[in-house]
């Protein structure tokens, strides 16, 4: 069987929120490509709602490109705990926490005009938004981060 790195994370023993480096992978040219596990809610105790999981994904889309070069993807864990996020290269892991800090309270102080690609001619599931939720979500991570 094919191993997967995430499946064999121990997710009885994580405490989110957290980031976390989950693999390196490097390519047959010699890129390095880096994922990440950013955690917002504690596994098996708690999931982000699709509607919110679905707004903080095309936020964050954007937001994070605004704070990192070479971001390939951030896409929503099948668990809806968190993110996965997949770039170019390794950031130190204290600095892309703060990162996701920043991004995070982008999120909070977001509109829903600001919310990008939301018509159903740019996005599969147009109606299944919620900023509020993504908005109470990202304020749940900010006070698990800072209670650390």
């Given at each position: 069987?094919?191993?997967?790195?995430?499946?064999?994370?121990?997710?009885?023993?994580?405490?989110?929120?957290?980031?976390?480096?989950?693999?390196?992978i490097k390519g047959p040219k010699g890129d390095m490509v880096v994922?990440?596990?950013?955690?917002?809610?504690?596994?098996?105790?708690?999931?982000?709602?699709?509607?919110?999981?679905?707004?903080?994904?095309?936020?964050?889309?954007?937001?994070?490109?605004?704070?990192?070069?070479?971001?390939?993807?951030?896409?929503?864990?099948?668990?809806?705990?968190?993110?996965?996020?997949?770039?170019?290269?390794?950031?130190p892991l204290e600095e892309l926490q703060q990162i996701f800090i920043?991004?995070?309270?982008?999120?909070?102080?977001?509109?829903?005009?600001?919310?990008?690609?939301?018509?159903?001619?740019?996005?599969?599931?147009?109606?299944?938004?919620?900023?509020?939720?993504?908005?109470?979500?990202?304020?749940?991570?900010?006070?698990?981060?800072?209670?650390?």
């Open positions: 069987m094919i191993k997967v790195e995430s499946f064999n994370l121990d997710h009885t023993k994580v405490k989110a929120p957290y980031v976390r480096l989950s693999e390196r994922k990440y596990d950013l955690r917002m809610v504690q596994p098996n105790t708690d999931s982000i709602p699709t509607g919110g999981l679905h707004t903080l994904e095309h936020l964050f889309a954007v937001y994070f490109r605004k704070y990192l070069k070479d971001v390939i993807d951030i896409s929503p864990m099948g668990c809806r705990t968190g993110f996965y996020l997949s770039k170019f290269g390794e950031t920043n991004v995070l309270e982008e999120v909070i102080n977001s509109r829903t005009e600001d919310i990008p690609a939301v018509t159903e001619k740019e996005c599969g599931n147009f109606k299944d938004h919620s900023l509020f939720t993504a908005k109470e979500y990202a304020k749940r991570t900010l006070e698990g981060f800072k209670k650390r």
